[in-house]
Structures are given as C-alpha cells and as structure tokens.
C-alpha cells in the first residue's frame, strides 16, 4: 500500500515483460517518459511495490547522449525538470540516480551495483525506448515492470489493434474512462530510516559541515551544469534554448492553472488562431512527463464540469493524444510511408509522378525560403519559438508535401523539422501528426487533385478565414526579428 487507506495502483496499467520473481533488494524506478514526482503511477506503483517486499525506492534516469534528433532545446528542457525532480524526491526521502551512457547497461549496471529486487519503468510506444527494454531484459535476472503513467486509459486496455481514427478509439475510451480517471494518492515521505544507513539503495551523503546545518546527512545532488555541457547534443546545437517556456512540473502547474482560469473559456471560439494564443501549451510538459494528462483531466473536470471548452479540451487531451499512442504502439511502421493506411500509399503511389509547381529540398525548407510568406512564418514560428501553433502545422505539413519531390521524401523533411526545432518534438503526437497531414492516417479520403491525390487538401485561404494572416506573417517576417510577446 501507498498509505495505509489509499487505493492501490490498478493493475490494469502494469505489464510484467519478462518472467523473473522479485529478489530481496530495492526497487528501481527506471524513469523515462514520465519525469515527475507527483501524478506518477510508474512511481506510485514502485513505492506499493517496495512497502509490499519491505525494502527501498530508488529512482533512475538513464541519460543517453545520442538520443536521435535531441540537442540544446530539448536537453535544457529536461535537464532542468529533472533536477527539480531529484529535489522533490530527496524532500520524500526517495534517492535519485542519474546514469549516463547506453540506458540498459547503465540500468543493468545499478541493478547489480544496488542488488536490486526488481525495476518498474514507464510505458512508452516508441521504439527506442521499446528496444532498451528488449535489451534490459536479456542481461537481468529480476522482474521488469512496465506501468503507463502516460495515458489515462492505459493504451494496451484501451484497445488491442491499431484504431482507424478518433471515431473508433472515442468510444472505446470513455467506456474505460470512469475505471482509470480516479485520483492520484499524495507521494508520502517514504521515511524508511533504514534505507539511509543501507549503502545498497545508491544513498551517497554529503555533509553540511561548517554550516547550520552541521551534523546532518544531506544527499548529493548531480551537478546539472556539468552534465549539459558534456552531451554532444548540446555542444552541436543550433536549436536554441527557449525561454518564454519555463520547464519543471511547477512550471506546468501554473501554466495550468492560467489556461483555466484565463483561457479555457475561449478554446473552442479561438484556438484555430494563432495570434489568439489561448491554447494551453501543456504539450512540452506532457512530453516530458513534467505533467500528467489525468491531472490536467481531473483539475479540469473539477472546476468548469459542464462547460462545452471543456469538452473541446478533452477531446484533443484525451482522445486524440491517446490515439496517437495507440498508433505508434501497433504500427511498426509510424514514421514511414509503409505506416500509411492502404488507400493513401495507393493514391500517393498514382500521383507520384505528377509535376510539383514548386519543388523544395530539407535545406530551403529548413532556412524558410519558400515563395510562400504564411508558409515561412510558420517555420520560423517553430525554429524561434520552440512550438509552431496547431492549425498550423497541418497547413505547414501538408506543403511540405505538396512541394517535395516524393511522399517519401516530405515525411522524412517534416519529421526531422518537427523533432528538431518543436519542444514537443519526438513524441506519437508528431508521428501521428505528420502522418495525418502527409499520409492520410486517422483521416479519410477526399475528392482527388494532384499531388496530394485523396489525401485531405488545405490552403492559405482555409488559414485566411480563420485568423489574421498578416499579423501572423508580419510577427515571423524574418529570423532575426524577437517573436512578439503572446499574452501567455
Ligand atoms: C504536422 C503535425 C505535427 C505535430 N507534432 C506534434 C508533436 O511533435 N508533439 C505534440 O505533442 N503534438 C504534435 N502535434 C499535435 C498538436 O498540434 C499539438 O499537440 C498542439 O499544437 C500542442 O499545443 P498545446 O498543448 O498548446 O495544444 P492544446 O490545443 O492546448 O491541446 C492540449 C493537448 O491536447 C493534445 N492535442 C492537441 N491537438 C492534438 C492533436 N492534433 N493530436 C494529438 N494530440 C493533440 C496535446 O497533448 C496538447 O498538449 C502535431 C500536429 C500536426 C498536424
């Protein structure tokens, strides 16, 4: 149990994905997607996991210096999260590790280091973090854990196989909603005294020698600085830090707490315009797991229950994001044209050959030199800014495509811009994203033109009905003007 009188974790959300028995020892909490202390299943369970074996937590983060597609913004993001985690944590008597190098080995590593009793992680779609998995449970002798923390209706319960759209996952869902959008129990202190003095659980003292707090144990803290500036990544960066999001899961909350109190009411009315800015910009934190989407649920829930914004936010909050999980888990293929439903590889295959009015390579796209001025605002949206406004990147994918020399090749260019330039970046959102724009994914087939075939069409006119063009433009008009400041 968590707390004597608190629900346990559902089982509903844990996997087991090798066959090994637990061992005397702690238990590690792998921490990867989900990088938060409260609202934290994968956690959560790791704590009731631990009181059950009568042993310690230890939580880990394997940071790798080769994520693909990770530089500056991205590190800076995390990094700075992180470090508010390993405060949060040592507050609740949890020890923090952070571990460099190859995940499974550094992972396996700690397992051996701490004789480990058994290690919960967190549920992930995406391959990397599927493949670290399949590597850690080859080299260890003691139970894994997989525990999505991620979604709200756990994405293996949700559904078995991959969903045609949101018409078929909605459904699915809000049957399961009422089982899993209960309330997180409060992270208790976890005030095991003999887990301090026991060196196995990765506990390293500090003293306070020489200050007022003289003959007390603190533990050692990582020197986050350090860490940045020897990651690869980062040194080779030219996506810049960014600085009107400020990272960290209290920085999620009051970002929270502002959409509901200033901006919710306006979402269905305004947020197809970007210079509205009444979105919630919850998407960087929900990436890196500095927020949890049930928490954002249930606030939302609790103080404006019937208002219709509420129902907007919840669709694109919960069903859309879920599906883009349910995407990437059950097709091998999400970031590719062989991921395309049927229909759309065959009416992108008929119109491959047709002529492109204007023809662009990854470089042109890249520097925002297309003949297109609302085109090249949204590009340097993202490239300044750090997140590029959702109605517009569909507009902006969907160029991409009809001004590439293949599908093939428009994927793999609104891929690499996505996951290099969005805070965002590199999530199932930007796979199921892409795919949506460029390959008919979750979509339907309409009347056929060239190019595009039946893939959904979408011009600057659609984007003219909707907001100001030209302030748009005129905010993005070059890269070294400072993109204007939206009342956030
Ligand atoms: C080409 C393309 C690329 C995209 N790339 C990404 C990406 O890399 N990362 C990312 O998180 N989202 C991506 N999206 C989805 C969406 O545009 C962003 O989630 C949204 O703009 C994030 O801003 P927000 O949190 O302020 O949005 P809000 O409108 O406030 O939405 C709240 C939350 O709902 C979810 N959501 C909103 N729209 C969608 C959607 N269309 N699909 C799935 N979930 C949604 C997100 O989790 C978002 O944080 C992409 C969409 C397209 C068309």
């Known amino acids: 149990m968590i707390n004597p009188g608190t629900p346990s974790v559902n089982k509903r959300r844990i996997r087991q994905l090798n066959g090994k028995k637990v061992n005397r020892g702690p238990v590690i909490y792998w921490m990867s997607r989900d990088q938060r202390v409260n609202d934290n299943w994968a956690l959560l369970y790791s704590i009731e996991l631990a009181r059950e074996l009568e042993t310690s937590v230890v939580v880990a983060f394997a940071l790798t210096d080769s994520f693909p597609g990770a530089n500056l913004r991205h590190y800076s993001f995390m990094l700075k999260g992180l470090k508010e985690v390993e405060k949060a944590l040592i507050k609740k008597n949890i020890p923090f590790r952070l571990l460099t190098g190859n995940p499974p080995s550094t992972i396996s590593a700690l397992v051996k280091e701490t004789r480990a009793g058994a290690i919960v992680t967190d549920f992930d779609p995406l391959r990397i973090k599927n493949d670290w998995k399949k590597e850690l449970v080859k080299i260890i002798d003691i139970p894994l854990y997989d525990v999505d923390t991620h979604n709200i209706v756990p994405c293996r319960v949700a559904s078995g196989k991959q969903e045609y759209g949101a018409y078929t996952i909605r459904p699915k869902i809000k049957k399961l909603l009422s089982e899993f959008l209960d309330e997180f129990p409060k992270v208790s202190s976890f005030g095991n005294s003999s887990a301090k003095s026991d060196k196995t659980t990765g506990w390293e003292h500090e003293n306070y020698a020489g200050t007022e707090n003289a003959g007390r144990d603190r533990l050692k803290l990582t020197n986050w600085e350090a860490v940045k500036k020897k990651l690869p990544g980062v040194v080779r960066s030219d996506a810049t830090e960014v600085e009107w999001l400020i990272p960290g899961e209290n920085a999620a909350a009051s970002m929270l707490n502002n ?195 039946k893939i959904r069409y979408m011009n600057a006119n659609g984007c003219k009905r909707k907001f100001n063009t030209g302030l748009y433009i005129n905010n993005y008009s070059n890269f070294n003007k400072k993109p204007p400041v939206l009342p956030i």
């Not at 509205?276 to 989407?293: D, K, R, T």
């Not at 091998?332 to 008929?350: C, I, M, R, V």
């Open 259 to 453: 959409f509901l109190s200033n901006k919710l009411s306006r979402y269905s009315e305004k947020r197809n315009d970007p210079n509205a800015n009444v979105i919630s910009h919850m998407s960087p934190y929900l990436h890196f797991g500095q927020i949890s989407a049930q928490r954002i649920a249930l606030e939302i829930l609790k103080n404006f229950p019937k208002d219709p914004n509420t129902d907007a936010y919840l669709e694109e909050l919960i069903v859309r994001r879920e599906l883009s999980d349910n995407f990437c888990h059950f097709n091998p293929h999400y970031d590719s044209f062989e991921g395309f439903p049927q229909w759309a590889k065959e009416t992108l295959n008929e119109h491959r050959k047709d002529e492109r009015e204007y023809l662009y390579n990854k470089e042109l796209f890249e520097a925002a030199e297309t003949h297109d001025i609302l085109w090249n605002a949204a590009q340097r949206e993202m490239v300044k800014r750090g997140k590029m406004h959702g109605y517009m990147r569909m507009y902006w994918a969907k160029k991409i495509l009809e001004w590439s020399a293949s599908p093939e090749d428009a994927l793999n260019i609104a891929l690499y811009l996505n996951d290099k330039y969005e805070l965002d970046g590199r999530d199932p959102n930007g796979y199921a994203g892409c795919a949506w724009s460029i390959g008919g994914v979750h979509d339907r087939a309409w009347a056929g033109r060239p190019v595009f075939g």
